[in-house]
């Protein structure tokens, strides 16, 4: 099943924690995201990497680190968790970046994370 | 910088009712222009782009440069139409990569 998948689904976790979300596609593209949406389901980007490297680090505290260990991977890694953090954290997919409108530049989602910090 | 404004938090409209869902966008250059949704506990999908002059599951959006706006219409909505909608702007040209969201609308179908 051809996809963006998300790991895991929901995640609760005490504030101080360390806590990561994996992200895999197989739709073989090359760019992918990760966007943070709070409670009043505002969506903003935080993250982008193409072919591994980052081109898009939104103001994000540096708690928030991303990792890529392939192209088909963009991993979230969260240091000392506030309550703050309290989203849901989706990544996503594009066959590419700038790449002139049409299919290329679709976004494909994955399902989401729900992180509580309590 | 580039920014998107969907007007309305929440839109109620009844079944059978038209429905338009405002964005409006701010941006010096030429943009590429997206509706996605969110239907209940499931992934946002892409809905439509304004490149493609489509209709999807009826809805339909037209580019005004002229009122830099992207609204979203429906001649009938239906009760699964209802979802939050975002509004989403790329900008063109090199170094053009992400895509910049509204804050959603959300839309209610009232039976």
């Known amino acids: 099943d051809t996809a963006v998948s998300q790991t895991p689904k929901y995640l609760v976790t005490q504030m101080g924690n360390d806590k990561s979300i994996k992200c895999e596609q197989n739709l073989g593209h090359d760019t992918m995201y990760w966007y943070k949406q709070d409670s009043k389901k505002f969506l903003k980007i935080m993250f982008s990497y193409n072919n591994k490297e980052l081109i898009i680090n939104e103001t994000v505290p540096n708690r928030f680190s991303p990792k890529s260990p392939d192209k088909a991977h963009l991993n979230l890694h969260i240091n000392s968790l506030e309550l703050g953090d309290s989203a849901v954290y989706f990544c996503?997919?594009?066959?590419?970046?700038?790449?002139?409108?049409?299919?290329?530049?679709?976004?494909?989602f994955g399902p989401g994370t729900r992180l509580t910090v309590l | 910088a580039q920014r998107v404004t969907q007007p309305e938090k929440l839109l109620s409209v009844f079944k059978g009712a038209p429905v338009e869902l405002k964005c409006n966008y701010s941006y010096s250059g030429s943009p590429e222009l997206f509706w996605y949704v969110q239907y209940s506990r499931q992934r946002l999908q892409l809905l439509l782009r304004?490149?493609s002059r489509e209709s999807i599951k009826g809805f339909t959006a037209d580019l005004n440069k002229g009122e830099t706006s992207f609204h979203l219409k429906k001649p009938f909505a239906q009760e699964e139409d209802s979802a939050m909608y975002y509004c989403?702007?790329?900008?063109?040209?090199?170094?053009?990569?992400?895509?910049?969201f509204g804050k959603g609308t959300k839309l209610s179908v009232i039976p």
């Open positions: 996503a997919s594009s066959p590419m970046v700038g790449g002139g409108g049409g299919d290329m530049d679709t976004q494909y």
């Open positions: 989403a702007l790329r900008a063109s040209g090199a170094g053009s990569y992400q895509l910049t």
């Open positions: 304004h490149i």
